[in-house]
C-alpha cells in the first residue's frame, strides 16, 4: 500500500528506535545514544551506533546504516509498506492512502507483476513442453537438477512469435505493460515476444522481485545472450544477477565474489559459495560498486585469467575510490571460470583462489613488471617507471611506500628511486618543474607545491568536521554564517546543500529529522553524512573550523594568482602583472590577519 507522507513521518516521529533495537540485541547505554551488537553480522563488541533522537543508526563493523523503518525492514524482513504497518500499529496512529503515490505504485507493480507471469511461464515451459527439449538437454550438461531450476526460476522461451503475448493476455496484462517491461515490441503484424528460442535467466532486484532477463542462445544465429532491454523496473548499471540470493551470505562472509556469467553464478551457488554475482550483460561500474559496498568492503574479481578479465577487473579499480573498497583479484587457471571448475569438482582450486586474491593494484604492478626481464638491469628502470604510473593513482603515502618497497625488491632498484619515479608521475601535469627557486615563492604561498602534502587531506577532514558539526546543530552555530565556498570538495559541497535544507527553520541546537531526510538513502555522500552523525568524539570549535577553511580558500586563491602571475610577462603586460601582484599582496594580507585573529 502507499501511505500518506504526513502518516509515515508521524510513525516515525513516534517510534523508538532504541527501544527497537534492544527487542532484537543487545544495547548498552540509554536515552537516545546507545551502542549495540550489530545483528547483521557476527560480532562480540558492540559496534552497531544508534541516535535515537535522529532516528539514524550506522555499523562501524560492516557499514550498514539506515532509520526506524530500515530497521524493521532488515530485521522482521518486511518491505517498506510492512514496516509502515508494523510500526503504525505499536504507536497507535491510523494510516491513510496517498492516492498520487498509489498510483505510481500501481504502475510499478503492474510491470512486475507481468515480468513475473514471464518467469513462472517460461519456468513452467522449461519444465515440461515438448519444444524445450534442447533446454533441458543443456541444463542437465551443466548438471542443474530440478532444485536449481527451481531455486534460480530457470526457464525457456519458446521459438513463437507470440507465446508469451497470448499467456500474459490471459493473465489481464495489458499490452502497453508488456512493452514497457521490456517483453514484448510492437511490429507491423502487432505485438510480438522479445525472447524466442532462448534458456531464461531471471534477474531479481534487492528485494527479490522479477525486473528482466538474460536470455542464452541454444541454436541458430544472433546474440549469444540477449538481456532485457532498459525499463523503468530494469537498470541494468544497478542490478547485479544473484545479489538478491547471496547478500546475506556476503555479509556474514564480508566477501563478495563478481564473476562474468550467470551460470558461474549458479555454479558457486551450488558449490557452497553462495556470495557470487554478475552484472547483466554491462561492464561493472560505479553503481554495481555501490551496491556492494552496502554488504562487504571485500570485493573479489573471479575472472578467467585472460586479457578481457584482468580488463575488467581493472576498470573496477578504475571505478572505485581507492582504500574506500578492497577490490581484488582472484586468479584463476588459464581458459577456466569459476562454471568449469566447479564442473571439474576442484572446488578447492576456487578456494584458494579467491582466498588468495591479490589487491587489483597489486595485480596490476605484476602485469607491469611481467613485461620486462628483470634480470637485466636497464629493464629493471622502465619497469619502475611503468609500475609508478599505477602506484601513484592511489591516494595513500603510506600505501604509495609500501608499494614502492615491494617494486623495489622485484627489480633491484634502489627504493629511493622508486618513490621518486612515484611523486614525479603524481605531480606531474599539476605543477612545472624550476631549475630556480621561483621570485614568486615564500613560505606564505602555499599553492601546487602543496597538491602533494598532507595539507589538502587536513583540509578535507575540516570540511567533514565542519559537516559534521552542522548536521548534529551545535548550539554554538547560533549567529554563525557558513559560507557554501569554504568547502572545496564536491563531496562536501553537496552535503552542505542537503544540511541547508534539512536544518532550515530549526533553531541550533535542536534535533534534525536526519531519520527522515538519509534514512533509506544508500548513496555513499549519504552513508558518510550517517557516519558522521554517529562517530563518537567530541565537537570540535565551531568558530576554529570556519576560520581554518577560510585560510585553506585564501591558499587556494593565492594559488591561482601565484600561477597566473608566472604566466604573464611583466614586460609585454604591465598593467595585468600590476594588477595580479596587488591581488596576490592584497590576499596574503588577508592570510596574515585571519591567522592573528585566532
Not at 518486511?78 to 510500526?87: I, K, N, R, T
Not at 530494469?234 to 546475506?248: C, D, R, T
Not at 556492494?292 to 570485493?299: G, H, I, P, T
Request: proline share 4%; charged share 30%; net charge negative.
Amino acid at each position: 500500500m502507499a501511505y500518506s507522507r504526513d502518516d509515515i513521518d508521524l510513525v516515525r516521529h513516534k517510534s523508538d528506535l532504541v527501544a527497537l533495537a534492544k527487542e532484537t540485541t543487545k544495547v548498552k547505554g540509554s536515552g537516545n545514544r546507545a551502542m549495540a551488537v550489530c545483528p547483521f553480522h557476527s560480532e562480540k563488541t558492540p559496534s552497531l551506533s544508534i541516535d535515537g533522537a535522529r532516528g539514524l543508526y550506522h555499523c562501524f563493523g560492516c557499514g550498514k546504516s539506515g532509520d526506524v523503518y530500515r530497521w524493521v525492514q532488515e530485521t522482521q524482513g518486511l518491505d517498506f509498506s510492512g514496516a509502515v504497518e508494523f510500526l503504525a500499529r505499536r504507536a497507535g496512529v491510523t494510516l491513510t492512502i496517498d492516492p498520487e503515490a498509489a498510483k505510481r505504485r500501481s504502475q510499478r507493480e503492474s510491470l512486475i507483476e507481468a515480468t513475473q507471469g514471464a518467469v513462472a511461464f517460461y519456468t513452467q515451459r522449461l519444465k515440461s513442453a515438448p519444444d524445450a527439449g534442447a533446454a533441458r538437454s543443456y541444463v542437465r550438461s551443466r548438471g542443474y537438477g530440478a532444485d536449481v531450476v527451481d531455486t534460480f526460476s530457470l526457464g525457456y522461451s519458446p521459438d513463437e512469435w507470440q507465446a508469451l503475448v497470448e499467456h500474459l493476455r490471459e493473465m489481464g496484462v495489458r499490452d502497453d505493460a508488456m512493452v514497457s517491461a521490456g517483453l514484448a515490441r510492437q511490429g507491423n503484424q502487432g505485438l510480438y515476444d522479445r525472447f524466442r528460442g532462448r534458456l531464461m535467466f531471471p534477474i531479481f532486484d534487492l528485494r527479490g522481485d522479477a525486473v528482466g532477463f538474460g536470455a542464452r542462445i541454444l541454436d541458430g544465429e544472433g546474440a549469444k545472450y540477449l538481456n532485457s532491454s532498459e525499463s523503468p523496473i530494469y537498470h541494468k548499471s544497478s542490478l547485479l544477477y544473484g545479489l538478491n540470493w547471496a547478500k546475506s551470505d556476503i555479509v556474514r562472509a564480508d566477501t563478495a565474489v563478481v564473476v562474468e556469467g550467470y551460470t558461474d553464478v549458479i555454479a558457486m551457488h551450488n558449490a557452497d559459495m553462495p556470495i557470487a554475482v554478475a552484472t547483466c550483460g554491462t561492464a561493472l561500474g560505479k553503481d554495481h560498486l555501490d551496491l556492494l559496498r552496502r554488504f562487504s568492503e571485500r570485493v573479489v574479481f573471479a575472472f578467467d585469467a585472460d586479457e578481457a578479465g584482468a580488463g575488467a577487473a581493472l576498470r573496477g579499480f578504475e571505478h572505485s575510490v581507492p582504500g574506500d573498497l578492497d577490490l581484488r583479484v582472484a586468479v584463476l587457471p588459464e581458459g577456466k571460470d569459476p562454471a568449469d571448475i566447479v564442473a571439474d569438482g576442484d572446488l578447492s582450486v576456487l578456494r584458494d583462489a579467491i582466498e588468495a586474491s591479490t589487491t587489483v593494484l597489486q595485480f596490476k604492478i605484476e602485469a607491469e613488471l611481467g613485461k620486462y626481464d628483470l634480470s637485466r638491469p636497464e629493464m629493471g628502470a622502465k619497469a619502475v617507471q611503468d609500475a609508478a604510473r599505477v602506484i601513484a593513482a592511489h591516494p595513500d603515502p603510506v600505501t604509495r611506500r609500501e608499494y614502492a618497497v615491494s617494486v623495489a625488491r622485484r627489480t633491484g632498484v634502489d627504493v629511493g628511486y622508486v618513490e621518486q619515479a612515484i611523486r614525479s608521475v603524481a605531480s606531474s601535469g599539476r605543477r612545472t618543474a624550476r631549475a630556480e627557486p621561483d621570485p614568486f615563492e615564500s613560505s606564505d604561498v602555499e599553492g601546487d607545491e602543496q597538491e602533494d602534502r598532507p595539507f589538502r587531506s587536513m583540509m578535507y577532514r575540516a570540511e567533514l568536521e565542519l559537516i559534521r558539526v552542522l548536521l548534529l546543530n551545535d548550539v554554538d552555530l547560533a549567529g554563525i554564517e557558513v559560507d557554501p565556498g569554504l568547502f572545496a570538495s564536491d563531496e562536501t559541497r553537496s552535503m552542505f546543500a542537503r544540511v541547508t535544507v534539512i536544518a532550515e527553520g530549526v533553531p541550533p541546537g535542536d534535533a534534525l529529522e536526519l531519520g527522515a531526510a538519509l534514512g533509506d538513502d544508500d548513496s555513499p555522500e549519504a552513508r558518510t553524512m550517517k557516519e558522521l552523525v554517529l562517530v563518537d568524539r567530541p565537537l570540535p570549535s565551531v568558530e576554529d573550523l570556519v576560520n581554518r577553511l577560510e585560510v585553506g580558500r585564501l591558499d587556494g586563491q593565492i594559488s591561482t594568482v601565484t600561477r597566473q602571475l608566472r604566466q604573464v610577462d611583466e614586460k609585454a603586460d604591465p598593467q595585468t602583472y600590476s594588477q595580479l601582484w596587488r591581488e596576490l599582496i592584497s590576499l596574503q594580507q588577508h592570510k596574515r590577519d585571519r591567522r592573528e585573529d585566532r
